[in-house]
T-cell receptor, first 115, second 111 residues
Framework: GAGVSQSPSNKVTEKGKDVELRCDPI?????LYWYRQSLGQGLEFLIY????????KSGLPSDRFSAERTGGSVSTLTIQRTQQEDSAVYLC?????????????FGSGTRLTVV | GENVEQHPSTLSVQEGDSAVIKCTYSDSASNYFPWYKQELGKRPQLIID?????GEKKDQRIAVTLNKTAKHFSLHITETQPEDSAVYFCSGSSNTGKLIFGQGTTLQVKP
């Protein structure tokens, strides 16, 4: 596609429910990243996929968070048993090879509100 | 470990003045340094980048400088305009294949 697409753009969920956030990267981009941005805060790294390599999960804040990337394209970030502190904007980014070479193109994000 | 420090956290300038944002990094292997601009409610967008084999790069009113010895890099915006108001993030590459971001600088340009 022309850009990185994320859905839904907004999600309101009740505490304790599971949510799935979707990211469709730019076609041909092999690297995909998930970041979290709380209100007025910086970019918190969550997870990184590069081709067929094992993902770098070092930023996931708890075992309630998981992500997968199917067929080297679309990625889904799943948050189980959501908590209020999970409320944030979840940003996905993709890069042609790795961010160390070309930088990221970000999606518009999913604003998650846990009530 | 990998770390990028960014200063100042907030910056207010008068329209037409210059703005400078500074970053330092810890990983001596870092060799790519992109800057992102995030307007309120929007996605971060790449505005300029610099690689370690270059000391300075300019694109119209914005320029970046890099001092590899000191592990410093800076963003310079000249003739600031109200539409430059945004949050700016510096970043540096890491050997783990991802960018390490600074904490962000909120720039306000007063008309």
């Amino acid at each position: 596609g022309a850009g990185v697409s994320q859905s839904p753009s907004n999600k309101v969920t009740e505490k304790g429910k599971d949510v799935e956030l979707r990211c469709d990267p730019i076609s041909g981009h092999t690297a995909l990243y998930w970041y979290r941005q709380s209100l007025g805060q910086g970019l918190e790294f969550l997870i990184y996929f590069q081709g067929n390599s094992a993902p770098d999960k070092s930023g996931l804040p708890s075992d309630r968070f998981s992500a997968e990337r199917t067929g080297g394209s679309v990625s889904t970030l799943t948050i189980q048993r959501t908590q209020q502190e999970d409320s944030a904007v979840y940003l996905c980014a993709s890069s042609p090879l790795t961010g160390v070479d070309y930088g990221y193109t970000f999606g518009s994000g999913t604003r998650l509100t846990v009530v | 470990g990998e770390n990028v420090e960014q200063h100042p956290s907030t910056l207010s300038v008068q329209e037409g003045d210059s703005a400078v944002i500074k970053c330092t990094y810890s990983d001596s292997a870092s060799n790519y340094f992109p800057w992102y601009k995030q307007e309120l409610g929007k996605r971060p967008q790449l505005i300029i980048d610099i690689r370690s084999n270059v000391g300075e790069k300019k694109d119209q009113r914005i320029a970046v400088t890099l001092n590899k010895t000191a592990k410093h890099f800076s963003l310079h915006i000249t003739e600031t305009q109200p539409e430059d108001s945004a949050v700016y993030f510096c970043s540096g590459s890491s050997n783990t294949g991802k960018l390490i971001f600074g904490q962000g600088t909120t720039l306000q340009v007063k008309p």
